[in-house]
């Protein structure tokens, strides 16, 4: 299979020990087969022909005056960040209007289908808006509501803006930035107690606890027989107790086998994540740990596959900050990231809920019904005369938040869009697959099921900017 291209300037020399040539690069196989996961299987990366990026010239963020504050107590088990509950979703209950769509396909032909990402430096537009973004992350107390505005359609690439601006948009760090180093102080240590006691091996907790004993035990001079310790049931390895060490560390280890396996597929196309620099190593590594801390804190979801492509992307910003003591925290800050981009698609990825009202089948269900809304012709083509179902095709998009439908670096600026948008990313992600579904309608309308689904499964090539424009337009809802 022929792997997406990628961007000359996510593959610089910057993220390996040795360079390496294009086509060495390319060669390589993605497609690994997927175990069996409680959720369907995530197809591979697919075939992606996009033009070339300059790299970006990177700039050094704004000066941040920290005040020296004392480092805070270090945190406890207990505070475990649970994923936040946030069902409230929009719902969109307006009648069709085929009309609606018709403003929206005068533009198809023009950028829609055969569109591509325009390949050149920054543009006035983009010095404009970098400007913009320094001046208000310059601000003392940062004005979020602004700073979704100028986000919306995209962030620039350079200066290390959008790492900053990812996180105050997660609602990581606080918009005081007086409050940012003591806040980011305490995540940092609390992630590294979280590590230190979630990933310890069980060998290593026994022997604590044995010197623990010892050390309580009262020394004797008379006492000449060396003291045995003993194992009690729920320290033995064979123990098949709840409450068992080891039984709890069998039972982490094949999750922990799962999440070894996709983290090593993860993004093979980009030397930042894939080859044998210790670069490239030490970022799985991070991934790894992320995910399997997570998994143990929210025993409700734990880990499913695919969310170590969600993951990617945030790593990947926050380690490319220009600002080198962030780029040092980026597994901590990503962590925290994780969980607060997870809280808004929690549902999705529960499989107890798939059935119900909130569950990922009832997100799909949505998107069928705002494309009916939308473009009732195109609606009942699919789903009626060609039969096809969009689970089909939806599941993906939605669950792996399009990472594995456009580029790379696309994926970054549709991230812009779903994390900048005030009613949360669930309705910008819906409005964004039925633009999907609408910038294609002449090729859906005059296809059959089979190439109807090959398309949607290996989504063309699309100007990115005019596929969230048309998102954007489809957020009011047609009136008859």
């Known amino acids: 299979m022929v792997k997406k291209n990628v961007p000359d300037w996510l593959n610089s020399s910057l993220w390996t020990t040795a360079p390496s040539s294009p086509s060495a690069s390319s ?5 690994k087969p997927h175990s069996s996961s409680s959720k369907p299987e995530i197809s591979p990366s697919k075939t992606k022909s996009e033009p070339n990026f300059e790299p970006p010239i990177p700039v050094r963020p704004p000066t941040v005056t920290r005040e020296e504050q004392p480092p805070p107590p270090p945190p406890s088990l207990s505070q475990k960040p649970e994923i936040k509950d946030k069902n409230s979703r929009t719902s969109i209950t307006s009648n069709a209007n085929s009309s609606s769509s018709s403003s929206i396909d005068k533009d198809e032909d023009r950028d829609g289908e055969n569109g591509a990402s325009p ?5 006035a537009e983009d010095i404009t808006k970098q400007a913009q973004l320094l001046t208000e992350l310059s601000k003392k107390v940062v004005n979020v509501k ?3 505005k100028i986000a919306s359609q995209g962030l620039p690439d350079g200066a290390g803006i959008r790492s900053t601006v990812w996180k105050l948009l997660l609602g990581y760090l606080p918009p005081e930035r007086s409050q940012w180093s003591s806040e980011l102080a305490k995540k940092r240590s609390q992630y590294k107690i979280f590590k230190d006691e979630l990933l310890m091996n069980p060998s290593e907790i026994t022997r604590k606890l044995e010197k623990s004993t010892l050390d309580d035990e009262p020394k004797s001079e008379s ?8 194992i009690t049931h729920d320290e033995h390895p064979l123990s098949l107790g709840k409450t068992s060490v080891w039984n709890q560390f069998f039972q982490d280890s094949e999750i922990i086998e799962q999440i070894d396996r996709d983290v090593k597929r993860t993004h093979p196309d980009l030397h930042f994540f894939c080859g044998d620099s210790s670069f490239a190593n030490s970022n799985q590594e991070a991934l790894k740990s992320i995910l399997v801390v ?8 734990r880990y499913v596959q695919g969310m170590n492509e969600i993951l990617a992307p945030l790593y990947y910003v926050f380690k490319s900050d220009p600002d080198e003591d962030m780029a040092a925290f980026a ?4 962590f925290f990231s994780f969980v607060e981009l997870l809280s808004g698609f929690r549902d999705n990825f529960c499989q107890q809920l798939d059935n119900s009202v909130v569950g990922i089948r009832s997100t799909i269900t949505k998107l069928s019904q705002l494309l009916k809304e939308h473009d009732e012709e195109l609606w009942r083509h699919l789903e ?3 039969k096809v179902n969009p689970q089909f095709y939806a599941f993906r998009w939605i669950t792996l938040l399009l990472t594995q439908e456009f580029n790379f670096a696309d994926s970054l600026h549709i991230w812009d869009t779903l994390l900048s948008d005030p009613e949360g990313p669930q309705e910008t992600l819906l409005r964004i697959c039925c633009a999907m579904l609408i910038l294609i309608r002449r090729r859906l309308l005059a296809g059959d099921f089979t190439t109807i689904l090959k398309l949607l499964q290996n989504y063309p090539p699309t100007n990115i900017r005019h596929l969230l424009y048309v998102a954007n337009k489809l957020r009011h809802v047609p009136t008859c």
């Open 331 to 334: 597994e901590a800050d990503t």
């Open 146 to 148: 602004e700073l979704r």
């Open 223 to 230: 006492r000449c027989v060396l003291s045995r310790s003993e």
């Open 119 to 123: 390949a050149a430096g920054p543009s």
């Open 27 to 31: 060669s390589d196989d993605p497609s």
């Open 294 to 301: 997570f998994a143990k804190l929210n025993p409700g979801i």
């Open 384 to 386: 009626i005369t060609a």
